[in-house]
C-alpha cells in the first residue's frame, strides 16, 4: 500500500506548507517540522513535498507524542488507498478467509504490544467487514 501512497505523491502539486490550526497558538518564529514517509532524496528529487505527503508536523523543539499534529489531508489520502488497495491486498484476504465472519483491521505496526496484543483504538488505521471469508467494505 505504501507503493500506491508514494505514487500519488509523484502526481500531486507542492503546495506551501502551512502550520494547522491548533488549539494554541503557534508562535511567529516557531520552527514547524514535518514527518514524511518520503525520504529526504526522494522530496528533493520531486522538487520538495506536497501536502499529502506530509504526515504531520510538530512545532518548536519538542519531540514528544503529545506536540505531533496530524495532516488531515495525508490523514485523508491514507484512508482513501486504505478503502481502495485493502480489498486487494494478499495478506487481508488471507485474514478474511481465516476470520470467515466479523471484521479485520489495518494495524499500526509500532503499536506497544505488536499487532496480535492489545490494540490502543489510536493505532487502528482501518478496518474492513468479512462476511463469507470475503471483504465487503
Given at each position: 500500500?505504501?507503493?500506491?501512497?508514494?505514487?500519488?505523491?509523484?502526481?500531486?502539486?507542492?503546495?506551501?506548507i502551512q502550520p494547522r490550526d491548533t488549539?494554541?497558538?503557534?508562535?511567529?518564529?516557531?520552527?514547524?517540522?514535518?514527518?514524511?514517509?518520503?525520504?529526504?532524496?526522494?522530496?528533493?528529487?520531486?522538487?520538495?513535498?506536497?501536502?499529502?505527503?506530509?504526515?504531520?508536523?510538530?512545532?518548536?523543539?519538542?519531540?514528544?507524542?503529545?506536540?505531533?499534529?496530524?495532516?488531515?489531508?495525508?490523514?485523508?489520502l491514507m484512508h482513501q488507498v486504505i478503502?481502495?488497495?485493502?480489498?486487494?491486498?494478499?495478506?487481508?484476504?488471507a485474514a478474511a478467509a481465516e476470520q470467515?465472519?466479523?471484521?479485520?483491521?489495518?494495524?499500526?505496526?509500532?503499536?506497544?504490544?505488536?499487532?496480535?496484543?492489545?490494540?490502543?483504538?489510536?493505532?487502528?488505521?482501518?478496518?474492513?467487514?468479512?462476511?463469507?471469508?470475503?471483504?465487503?467494505?
Open positions: 500500500m505504501l507503493r500506491k501512497i508514494a505514487a500519488l505523491f509523484k502526481r500531486s502539486r507542492l503546495v506551501p488549539a494554541e497558538p503557534v508562535a511567529a518564529n516557531a520552527t514547524l517540522r514535518v514527518i514524511s514517509l518520503l525520504s529526504p532524496d526522494i522530496a528533493a528529487e520531486l522538487g520538495g513535498l506536497s501536502q499529502q505527503a506530509i504526515c504531520g508536523s510538530f512545532i518548536g523543539d519538542d519531540n514528544a507524542p503529545e506536540s505531533f499534529r496530524p495532516n488531515p489531508v495525508f490523514v485523508a478503502k481502495k488497495e485493502g480489498p486487494r491486498d494478499a495478506d487481508l484476504c470467515r465472519e466479523g471484521w479485520v483491521y489495518v494495524i499500526d505496526l509500532r503499536t506497544p504490544d505488536g499487532p496480535q496484543g492489545r490494540v490502543p483504538l489510536e493505532d487502528i488505521v482501518g478496518g474492513f467487514e468479512v462476511q463469507q471469508c470475503q471483504l465487503t467494505r
